[in-house]
């Protein structure tokens, strides 16, 4: 009986190793690294990408955000003089 059993594990064993060395394993453990490869490279880029979007828009975005702010204020505060002096008020453009 212990010799079927040992016999059984060399069966197991070979069948292991013979499907572990195929190349369909070989092939499919290839592509997996090179998935993983394009995956990190993608990644990376997407980083940069990202990196280099956020850094434009605080550099050209906010500045032209904060002047447009202080354009309606200047306007708003334009038009309250001007009602407080007795003026007509010219109507602001409306968009």
């Known amino acids: 009986m212990a010799a079927k059993k040992s016999s059984s594990e ?8 013979t499907i572990s ?13 090179d998935a993983g490869f394009v995956a990190k490279k993608l990644l ?5 990408a990202a990196w280099i979007a956020g850094t434009t828009f ?4 906010v500045p ?8 309606a204020q200047f306007t708003e505060l334009e038009l309250q003089q001007a009602s407080l002096l ?6 602001a453009p409306q968009k």
């Open 21 to 33: 060395e195929s190349p369909i394993v070989y092939k499919g453990k290839q592509v997996a690294s």
């Open 44 to 48: 990376k880029s997407t980083g940069k």
């Open 86 to 91: 007795g003026t007509p008020a010219v109507a």
């Open 10 to 17: 060399g069966v197991l064993s070979r069948a292991s190793s």
């Open 64 to 71: 032209l955000i904060i002047e447009m702010d202080r354009e």
């Open 58 to 61: 605080l550099i050209l975005v």
